[in-house]
């Protein structure tokens, strides 16, 4: 059976803390899409995917590039 590693109060707390101020940054960023960036990120956080779709000149270039800024990560545009 797997054992469970388990976060302590200040671990979360300090977790809770970097992701708040990530959401922060990026928000300052891309105005007005406040609960694309809170779910994109959560997905992130939750080591999952993110497939962003839209119309035109609705900040998803922008998200991305944000979140690449804030997090450090790699960024390759896909564009179909």
């Known amino acids: 059976m797997a054992e469970h590693s388990y976060l302590t ?13 990530i959401l922060h940054e990026i928000q300052r960023v891309v105005l007005g899409q406040d609960a694309v960036v809170r779910e994109a990120l959560h997905a992130l956080l939750a080591r999952g995917h993110v497939l962003l779709e ?26 179909f």
Request: aromatic share 6%; no cysteine.
């Open 54 to 79: 839209g119309p035109p000149g609705t900040a998803k270039t922008l998200l991305v590039r944000a979140f690449n800024e804030a997090l450090g990560l790699a960024f390759r545009r896909i564009q």
């Open 9 to 21: 109060a200040d671990e979360a707390a300090a977790h809770a803390e970097r992701a708040g101020r």
